[in-house]
T-cell receptor, first 119, second 110 residues
Framework: GAVVSQHPSRVICKSGTSVKIECRSLDFQATTMFWYRQFPKQSLMLMATSNEGSKATYEQGVEKDKFLINHASLTLSTLTVTSAHPEDSSFYIC???????????????FGPGTRLTVL | RKEVEQDPGPFNVPEGATVAFNCTYSNSASQSFFWYRQDCRKEPKLLMSVYSSGNEDGRFTAQLNRASQYISLLIRDSKLSDSATYLCVVGYTGRRALTFGSGTRLQVQP
């Protein structure tokens, strides 16, 4: 199946710093990527939809100025957590849909996730 | 009310047991349905899609009841390696992202 990578897999940072997470589709092109966040023992919550060449669509309650998303190419989307605080500590997971697939929503391929700990 | 609801469990079953999970969804416009598996501290991985006619993949059987808006997953002959959290996932008309249930935790014991 398709492969999606994320980097870094784990990051520990001080409060107030910014952290960039990369999501890459390795063997397919993805016009659409999704960023999710998962707190312990909770479900994945969609944060935003990343669209190649255009602005991301954020879910209600997600601050677009805090979680900057850039989808500059068909294989790369980045999420930058700006001025991170301890409450931003979470498991961040990206997923990608392969370009050209029809339908409302389809099988998504998930990256391995990035565990962010803000001290 | 959550869009996708699951019993969080945990379901503790012995090896070889048959176990069933149910999931309900609230949006009748739902169009696609999946079961994902998530191991501790890992990303979700697609277990199987769920079709209206029901479908089976080895020891796993998934069924969809549109009238009652629920989805089920049956695991036969449970293995220790089946221990994980099973996520019920739904796709909606006009929305490209998927909506995840909070998951049902399964622990298969020797």
């Amino acid at each position: 199946g398709a492969v999606v990578s994320q980097h870094p897999s784990r990051v520990i940072c001080k409060s107030g710093t910014s952290v960039k997470i990369e999501c890459r589709s390795l063997d397919f092109q993805a016009t659409t990527m999704f960023w999710y966040r998962q707190f312990p023992k909770q479900s994945l919550m969609l944060m935003a939809t990343s669209n190649e060449g255009s602005k991301a669509t954020y879910e209600q309650g997600v601050e677009k100025d805090k979680f900057l998303i850039n989808h500059a190419s068909l294989t790369l989307s980045t999420l930058t957590v700006t001025s991170a605080h301890p409450e931003d500590s979470s498991f961040y997971i990206c997923s990608a849909r392969e370009t050209g697939l029809a339908g409302v929503s389809d099988t998504q391929y998930f990256g391995p996730g990035t565990r962010l700990t803000v001290l | 009310r959550k869009e996708v609801e699951q019993d969080p469990g945990p379901f503790n079953v012995p090896e070889g047991a048959t176990v069933a999970f149910n999931c309900t969804y609230s949006n009748s416009a739902s169009q696609s349905f999946f079961w994902y598996r998530q191991d501790c501290r890992k990303e979700p991985k697609l277990l199987m899609s769920v079709y209206s006619s029901g479908n089976e993949d080895g020891r796993f059987t998934a069924q969809l009841n549109r009238a009652s808006q629920y989805i089920s997953l049956l695991i036969r002959d449970s293995k220790l390696s089946d221990s994980a959290t099973y996520l019920c996932v739904v796709g909606y008309t006009g929305r490209r992202a998927l909506t995840f249930g909070s998951g049902t935790r399964l622990q298969v014991q020797p």
